[in-house]
């Protein structure tokens, strides 16, 4: 991968993809893996990241949009549990709320949820898939924090960007875990989320129903980053406002 930077003690640079994997087994298999780029003294930069892709199967285009929907709410907390160089944006790591609210978003995502009904009409696969592609890439970008357009691809998979790199098994395995939750979360059509919905560190995991022990491993991983940079929310994307860039992009006239 040439966007990966290089140093003079570590020259060479890799981007390490995995098989698809399931369960204890899967993730057995990549404490082995990590094991081994440890015991060879791999090393991970700000220009690296994790990208965890979950089969998108499992969800229909109502679903993706609750998803993206949950995403949105909470990507001020979600920033919080990462370093810096992984919060509000970056080339690779791009916001949801780019220029928008968590309440606008989410205006725009409820109207996907019509679309959905005429593009099943087609009958072709690949048109209902390149449909319903172009109606999330005018919202989303694919380098997104949550990129939903890797469902209508290829891959069919959705793909959580936002995550530092780390060859640490527990910082992935956890975090692995939590984007499973939502995923199961987006699929439970009991439960729901509307425009007024007022998200906090501790809703978020009562929503995702996961077990205490991760709660807890992402409520010190908080107060660590909090200590580090002066603040729970220094540097995030956020709720209200979303995020604006500081200065104008290259290109742009005035």
Request: aromatic share 10%.
């Amino acid at each position: 991968d040439a966007t990966i930077r290089t140093t003079s003690t570590h020259p060479h640079q890799a981007e390490i993809v995995s098989p698809i994997l399931k369960g204890q087994d899967g993730l057995d298999k990549l404490e082995k893996v990590l094991d081994a780029m440890n015991e060879c003294e791999v090393k991970v930069n700000k220009s690296c990241g994790i990208h965890v892709h979950h089969d998108a199967e499992m969800l229909n285009t109502e679903q993706m949009v609750k998803l993206s929907q949950f995403y949105t709410f909470y990507e001020t907390i979600l920033d919080g549990l990462q370093p810096m160089s992984r919060r509000a944006s970056n080339s690779y790591n791009e916001p949801m709320k780019y220029r928008k609210s968590s309440h606008t978003l989410f205006d725009e995502m409820e109207s996907k949820k019509s679309m959905h009904s005429w593009i099943a009409r087609e009958r072709s696969e690949d048109h209902k898939r390149e449909n319903m592609r172009s109606a999330f890439a005018g919202t989303f970008p694919r380098a997104c924090k949550l990129n939903i357009l890797s469902a209508y691809g290829t891959n069919g998979t959705i793909e959580f960007r936002h995550h530092s790199s780390s060859t640490e098994f527990l910082k992935l395995k956890n975090w692995i875990v939590l984007t499973q939750s939502m995923m199961v979360f987006a699929s439970n059509n009991r439960k729901k989320l509307s425009k007024k919905h007022k998200p906090s560190f501790s809703k978020m995991f009562k929503l995702l129903e996961v077990e205490k022990e991760l709660e807890r491993f992402y409520s010190f991983r908080r107060l660590v980053l909090r200590d580090k940079y002066f603040s729970f929310t220094s540097g995030c994307t956020k709720f209200e406002d979303g995020y604006y860039p500081r200065s104008r992009p290259r290109g742009i006239g005035s």
